[in-house]
C-alpha cells in the first residue's frame, strides 16, 4: 500500500532535472572526425536490425508462400518461389467453412473490445491516480493480486456466470469482461503518473470544468498514446483468442476465425496442407496490415513532450 | 455533474441491461429456429457423408460441429454438465470412451424404445461390449472395428526378405525373434524396420495383453509391459529405426520417401519399410502422406494382434430429440444400405456382420496392390478382448512412453525409470493403489 | 477526503461492477474448489485442507517451479537487455536511426502466431534427425553429431527460453520505446549539453524516467511468466518431458485438472502458485523502490 504513494512521488522528480534548455543551442552537432567511423557503426546497427528483423519475419514468409502451394508441394519442402494453387486452395476452403463470416465476428468482438478496454481502463486508471478516495490503494492492490490468480481452472466459474446470466452463445461474455483489464488499467496508471501532472486537472477545475468533461477533453488525449499502445494488444489478444469463444459459441454462424481455424483442423482440408494455410493467412494477414498502420499512432513524443510545458 | 453521474450509472449497469436484453433475445431465437435442428458434435468431418443421407431420407435437418481432438473435451464438458448448448448426438474416441460412459452423459440404449441389444449378435462383441456401463447396459454403440497390423512396402519386403506375399512377410514377423531378423535382414540392404522405437509397444505386451488397473483398482504392470523397455532399447541399440518419432514431419515423410538417419557422426539416407497401424492407418494416414509409393503397400500381423483407437456415437443424456437422435445411430451403425456404400467408398472396415459378411470376400485395395484388407482385418478382429480398456489409458500410455523414452535415450536404468513412472501415476490418480 | 474525490468512486465503478462478475467470482469458486476433491462433476465433498498438506510435499509442484523460474529467467533477461539495448538505440540523438515503426513492427510479428503454429514451425526446426538447425548447424561445423534439442533437460529449457524471447522481445520494446517516447527529448538534449556520454544518458536520465514503466514490465511479465504453461506442453509430450525438465506450475495445474480430473488438488495448486507470485511480486516492488529511494538521495 505504501508503495503506491512512493510511485506517485517520482512525478515531481522526473520533473525537476531539465530546465535549463532554454538558454542553450538546440541543435547537436557532432565532431567531424568522428563521421565515417559514425557511418560504419550506423551500418553495422542497421545491418543486425534487418537480420532481426528477417529472423521474426520469416514464419509469415513460409505461410504465404505456403498458402499459394499445392499440398504435395507443401510436405515436399520449403522454397521462396510462389505456386499457383491460391485459387484452388481458396475453392477448398470455402466448401468447407464461410472464412468471411468467421473474419466479421472476430471483427465485431475485437473491436468492441479494444474500445470497450481502451475507454474503461483510462477511465479507471484516471480514477485511481487523480483522486485520493478511501480505500483507493487497497482496491489498486487487490486488482493487481488477482491478476496473479491463475486462470486456467476460472473456466468453470467463467461458464456458470455465463450460464446464471443467459447470455451463454452470445458476443457478450467475450466482449463486456473487456471493461475490467487489469493489466491495461495498470500500464496506464503507470504512463499517466510519469506523464500527466495533477495541476493540469486543477487548472482545469479552476476554468469550471466538471470532472467528467476534464477527464475527456484533457486526460483522455494524453493518455492516447498509452492507450493506443496497449489497444494493439488487447485487439490482438483477442483477435487470437481461441479457448473462451470455442466453450462459449455453439452456433457456427457465431464462431470466430480461431474457432473456425480448429473447425479446419479436424476437417478434410487439413488434409490439404496449403489450404489449411492459406485459413491461417487470411486470418493473420489483415491483423498485419492493421499493425503497420497502427504502429504510426503508437506513443510519439510529441504528445508526450507536449505535457511538460 | 448530473450528466457524469447518469453516464456512469448507465455504464455500470450496462453489463446487467446488455445481458437482460440478450437473454431474452437469446432465449427465443434458440428455442424458435433451432429447436428442429438435430445438433451433432464430433472431432472429425467423417460424419458429413452420413448426416447428407439422414437429411435426406428423415427431413431432418443437422448441425455438425467439428471441434479439434485437443479441445473436444474441454468444449464438451461444461455443455453437457449444464446441458446449455449441449448437442442431441456427439461421438466420442476411445481414449475418453470409458470417462464418459461413467459420468452418464450418453442415455441408456439398452432401455424402451430403443432395445440396442437386439443387435448384440450382428455386431462385432468387442465393439459392442466397449460401448457398456458398469453394469452392462448399452451407452454408446460403434460402427467400426479397429484391428491393428503392419504395412508395409512390397518392393523392400522383396529385395531384402525375398517375397512380397503378405501372408509369408506375416510368417516371418509372427514371433519377437522373427520380427527382429526381418530387422537385421532390412539392416544389411540399408533399409529400416520401422519409424521409431514406439513402434513395437502393441507387439512387446505379447498374445494377453492386460488392462492397466484390474478389478481393485491396484496398478497392474505386466511382464509384457515391462518388456516394451528391452524391445525398445534393443531396437535403438542395434539401429533399427529411422529415430523419427510418431507423428513428427519426418514420420510422415518416411512413408513416401528416403529420409536422412544420422548415426555415429555420419549421416545416411535411408528408408522405412513399415508401419505399425490399425484400419483406420490406411486411409486416414497412409494415402493422405504416401503418394509416389502407393500401390507398393501391403498389409499384414504381427507377433500378437492388437486394436488401436475407434470412434462410438450416443445420445446426450438430456437431448430433446432422442428419437431422430437414434434414427441417426441406427442408420450409422446397423443400415445396411448405407453401410455398404460407406465401406466401399473408405475403406473403413465395419462392425457390423451383415454388411461386412457380405463385402469381404471381394474387397481389394489398389493403395495395397489389391490386397482384400477387409477380409485380413475381420480376421484380426476375432482376437481382440474387449476388457483391456479403461479410462486412465490414453494418461498412463503417455507416462508410460515417456518413462520407456528414458531408458532407452540411457538417462535412467530400466528400475528408476519404472519406479519414477509408478510414482507419476500414484500422483496422478490418488484412487489407484500402486504397489 | 474531499468532495471531489468521492468522483474518484464512480471512475472505477464500472471496472468493480465488470471485475467482480466475470474475474472474482471464478477466482473464488476456485479458492472453494481448493477445499474439495472436486473432479469436474458436481457431488464434491470437502476435505480441508488436504490438498494444501499434499501441495507442500509435492516434488512435482517443487521441481515445475524451479522449471519455471529457470526458464522465465533466462527469457526474462535476454528480453529485457534486447528491448532495452533497442530503445536505448532508437532513441540515440546522434544516431537517429530511421525505421522505428517498419522495425518495431516486425519485431513484433512473432507475437501474432498463436503458440501452437509457434510450437509446430519449431517443433520441425529442433528436429534432431531431420530439423534445419542441426542441419546448418553440422555444415559449418559448429558440431558433429545432432543435438537432440527436446531430449537434453538442459536443451529443451534453453529452446523454451529463447522462443519465448523469440515471441516477446518485440512486445517489451514496444513497450520500453513507449516509455522512452514519453520522456521529453529535452531531457536528453540538456544531459548531452551537459557532456553526459551515452552510458551516463542511459543510467542517470532514461532509466529512472523508465521506472514505472520497467516497473510494469517486471510486474506483467512475472505474472505472465509464473503462469507460463502452452509452449511447454506443445512442443513436447504435454507432460513436462524430457525428464520433467518442462513441467512447469500451470502445465502441472492443467494435467491435474483437466487431464486426471483432479480439479481440487489443480485447485489447490493455484493458490500455491497465487502465493509465490505474490511473494516474487511484492520481492520486484520492494527492490524497485529500494533504488528509487538511493537515486532521490543521491540527485539531493
Redesign the interface.
Given at each position: 500500500m505504501e508503495?503506491n504513494a512512493?510511485?506517485r512521488?517520482?512525478l515531481p522528480?522526473?520533473e525537476a532535472?531539465?530546465k535549463?534548455?532554454e538558454d542553450?543551442p538546440?541543435k547537436?552537432v557532432?565532431p567531424k572526425k568522428q563521421k565515417s567511423k559514425?557511418r560504419v557503426?550506423?551500418g553495422l546497427?542497421?545491418a543486425s536490425?534487418v537480420i532481426?528483423?528477417i529472423?521474426?519475419?520469416i514464419?509469415?514468409l513460409?505461410m504465404i508462400i505456403n498458402a499459394t502451394r499445392t499440398n504435395?508441394e507443401v510436405?515436399s519442402g520449403f522454397t521462396l518461389i510462389p505456386g499457383n494453387a491460391l485459387l484452388d486452395n481458396y475453392a477448398t476452403l470455402s466448401e468447407?467453412i464461410n472464412i468471411w463470416t468467421g473474419f466479421k465476428n472476430s471483427l465485431i468482438i475485437s473491436v468492441s473490445v479494444t474500445v470497450l478496454s481502451g475507454y474503461?481502463?483510462a477511465?479507471?486508471a484516471?480514477?485511481?491516480t487523480?483522486?485520493?478516495?478511501?480505500g483507493?490503494n487497497a482496491?489498486f492492490i487487490f486488482?493487481?493480486?488477482?491478476?496473479?490468480?491463475?486462470?486456467?481452472?476460472?473456466?468453470?466459474?467463467?461458464?456458470?456466470?455465463s450460464?446464471t446470466?443467459?447470455?451463454?452463445?452470445?458476443f457478450?461474455?467475450l466482449i463486456?469482461?473487456a471493461?475490467?483489464t487489469?493489466?491495461t488499467?495498470?500500464?496506464i496508471r503507470?504512463?499517466t503518473?510519469?506523464?500527466l501532472h495533477i495541476s493540469l486537472i486543477e487548472a482545469a477545475?479552476i476554468d469550471g470544468a466538471?470532472?467528467?468533461r476534464i477527464?475527456h477533453t484533457i486526460a483522455l488525449p494524453m493518455m492516447m498514446?498509452?492507450i493506443a499502445?496497449m489497444s494493439?494488444?488487447t485487439f490482438?489478444g483477442s483477435w487470437?483468442n481461441?479457448?473462451m469463444p470455442?466453450?462459449l459459441l455453439?452456433?457456427?454462424e457465431k464462431y470466430t476465425l480461431?474457432v473456425l481455424m480448429?473447425?479446419l483442423?479436424?476437417?478434410?482440408v487439413a488434409?490439404n496442407l496449403g489450404a489449411l494455410y492459406l485459413g491461417?493467412a487470411i486470418s493473420?494477414v489483415p491483423?498485419?496490415i492493421a499493425?503497420?498502420f497502427l504502429?504510426?499512432y503508437?506513443?510519439?513524443?510529441i504528445s508526450?513532450?507536449a505535457?511538460?510545458e | 455533474m448530473r450528466k457524469l453521474v447518469s453516464l456512469l450509472t448507465i455504464g455500470a449497469l450496462s453489463v446487467g441491461v446488455l445481458s437482460a436484453c440478450s437473454d431474452g433475445g437469446e432465449g427465443s431465437s434458440s428455442e424458435g429456429s433451432k429447436d428442429d435442428v438435430l445438433k451433432i458434435w464430433s472431432f472429425t468431418d467423417e460424419l458429413k457423408e452420413p448426416i447428407k443421407t439422414f437429411e435426406e431420407r428423415n427431413g431432418v435437418k443437422v448441425e455438425l460441429t467439428i471441434v479439434p481432438t485437443a479441445d473436444y473435451a474441454t468444449k464438451l464438458k461444461p455443455a453437457l454438465e449444464s446441458g446449455v448448448g449441449a448437442p442431441d448426438v456427439f461421438t466420442g474416441e476411445i481414449a475418453f470412451l470409458k470417462q464418459w460412459i461413467d459420468a452418464g452423459y450418453w442415455e441408456n440404449l439398452s432401455e424402451e424404445p430403443y432395445n440396442a441389444e437386439e443387435v448384440s449378435g450382428d455386431i462385432v462383441p468387442y465393439v459392442f461390449d466397449l460401448g457398456k456401463d458398469k453394469d452392462g447396459n448399452v451407452r454408446a454403440l460403434s460402427w467400426q472395428t479397429t484391428p491393428g497390423g503392419i504395412y508395409y512396402k512390397r518392393s523392400i519386403a522383396k529385395e531384402a526378405l525375398g517375397t512380397d506375399d503378405p501372408a509369408e512377410v506375416g510368417e516371418m514377423m509372427s514371433s519377437m525373434d522373427g520380427l527382429f531378423e526381418v530387422g537385421e535382414k532390412l539392416k544389411d540392404k540399408g533399409y529400416k524396420l520401422f519409424p521409431d522405437e514406439g513402434s513395437i509397444r502393441w507387439f512387446a505386451q505379447g498374445d494377453d495383453p492386460q488392462a492397466w488397473v484390474n478389478e481393485d483398482n491396484e496398478l497392474v504392470l505386466t511382464e509384457g509391459k515391462e518388456n516394451y523397455f528391452d524391445y525398445a532399447k534393443e531396437l535403438r541399440e542395434n539401429n533399427l529405426t529411422a529415430l523419427a518419432p510418431e507423428w513428427s514431419p519426418s514420420w510422415f515423410e518416411g512413408m513416401d520417401k528416403p529420409i536422412k538417419v544420422k548415426e555415429g557422426g555420419k549421416e545416411t539416407e535411408t528408408e522405412v519399410f513399415s508401419y505399425v497401424l490399425p484400419t483406420w492407418g490406411l486411409h486416414a494416414v497412409l494415402k493422405e502422406n504416401a503418394k509416389d509409393t502407393a500401390g507398393d503397400w501391403a498389409v499384414t500381423s504381427g507377433p500378437s494382434p492388437y486394436f488401436w483407437g475407434g470412434t462410438w456415437v450416443g445420445i446426450y443424456k438430456d437431448s430433446k430429440h432422442k428419437e431422430e437422435a437414434y434414427e441417426f445411430i441406427k442408420l450409422m451403425t446397423q443400415d445396411e444400405e448405407f453401410l455398404t456404400e460407406w465401406a466401399k467408398e473408405t475403406g473403413d472396415v465395419l462392425a457390423y456382420n451383415p454388411v461386412t459378411e457380405k463385402i469381404k470376400t471381394d474387397f481389394s485395395d489398389e493403395f495395397l496392390g489389391g490386397q482384400n484388407n477387409y477380409e485380413f482385418f475381420l480376421g484380426e478382429a476375432e482376437s481382440i478382448k474387449p476388457g483391456i480398456v479403461t479410462k486412465y489409458d490414453q494418461q498412463l500410455d503417455t507416462l508410460y512412453g515417456a518413462a520407456v523414452t528414458s531408458y532407452v535415450e540411457g538417462k535412467k536404468s530400466k528400475e528408476d525409470a519404472i519406479k519414477e513412472f509408478k510414482k507419476q501415476v500414484k500422483n496422478a490418480y490418488p484412487d489407484i493403489v500402486v504397489d | 477526503m474531499k468532495k471531489l474525490d468521492r468522483y474518484g468512486y464512480l471512475f472505477i465503478a464500472p471496472f468493480w461492477v465488470v471485475f467482480l462478475t466475470f474475474s472474482i467470482y471464478p477466482v473464488f469458486l476456485t479458492l472453494y474448489y481448493s477445499f474439495t476433491n472436486y473432479t469436474g462433476s458436481p457431488g464434491e465433498e470437502i476435505v480441508g485442507f488436504a490438498n494444501y498438506t499434499r501441495l507442500l510435499t509435492d516434488t512435482y509442484f517443487i521441481e515445475a517451479f524451479f522449471n519455471t523460474i529457470k526458464i522465465w529467467g533466462v527469457n526474462f533477461a535476454l528480453q529485457m537487455g534486447m528491448a532495452l539495448l533497442l530503445a536505448l538505440l532508437f532513441s540515440d540523438l546522434r544516431l537517429k536511426l530511421k525505421g522505428l515503426n517498419f522495425f518495431r513492427s516486425f519485431f513484433y510479428l512473432p507475437n501474432l502466431i498463436t503458440i501452437s503454429s509457434v510450437a509446430l514451425l519449431f517443433g520441425i526446426l529442433l528436429d534432431w534427425q531431420h530439423g534445419s538447425l542441426n542441419m546448418v548447424l553440422m555444415k559449418i561445423g559448429l558440431i558433429s553429431n545432432p543435438i537432440d534439442w527436446l531430449a537434453e533437460p538442459v536443451t529443451a529449457q534453453l529452446s523454451v527460453s529463447l522462443i519465448l524471447t523469440w515471441m516477446w522481445f518485440g512486445h517489451s520494446f514496444i513497450i520500453v520505446m513507449a516509455g522512452v517516447s514519453g520522456i521529453s527529448t529535452d531531457y536528453f538534449e540538456a544531459a548531452h549539453i551537459d557532456g553526459a556520454n551515452r552510458w551516463q544518458m542511459f543510467t542517470k536520465v532514461t532509466l529512472p524516467l523508465l521506472k514505472p514503466i520497467l516497473l510494469y514490465i517486471m510486474i506483467t511479465s512475472l505474472i505472465g511468466g509464473l503462469q507460463l504453461f502452452d509452449l511447454p506442453m506443445l512442443i513436447t509430450d504435454g507432460i513436462g518431458s524430457p525428464d520433467g525438465s518442462l513441467n512447469t506450475m500451470v502445465l502441472y495445474l492443467y494435467n491435474q485438472a483437466f487431464k486426471y480430473n483432479n480439479y481440487g488438488y489443480a485447485s489447490a495448486v493455484a493458490y500455491g502458485l497465487f502465493l509465490i507470485t505474490l511473494i516474487f511480486s511484492a520481492i520486484v516492488f520492494k527492490g524497485m523502490f529500494r533504488n528509487e529511494r538511493a537515486t532521490q538521495k543521491k540527485g539531493a
Open positions: 508503495q512512493e510511485t512521488r517520482m522528480d522526473s532535472q531539465p535549463r534548455k542553450r538546440l547537436v557532432p559514425h557503426v550506423r546497427i542497421y536490425l532481426l528483423a529472423i521474426c519475419f514464419p509469415f513460409m504435395g510436405i468447407y474503461f481502463s477511465l479507471t484516471y480514477g485511481f487523480f483522486y485520493n478516495f478511501k483507493k482496491m486488482m493487481l493480486v488477482m491478476m496473479m490468480v491463475p486462470a486456467q481452472l476460472g473456466l468453470i466459474g467463467f461458464y456458470e456466470i450460464k446470466l443467459g447470455i451463454l452463445d452470445t457478450i461474455p463486456v469482461p471493461i475490467a487489469p493489466f488499467v495498470f500500464f503507470q504512463y503518473q510519469a506523464t477545475r466538471s470532472e467528467l477527464f498514446p498509452a499502445t494493439i494488444f490482438i487470437n481461441y479457448l470455442l466453450v455453439f452456433s457456427p480461431p480448429g473447425f483442423k479436424g476437417s478434410q488434409e491461417i493473420v491483423i498485419m499493425f503497420l504502429s504510426k503508437i506513443v510519439s513524443s508526450a513532450g505535457v511538460k | - | -
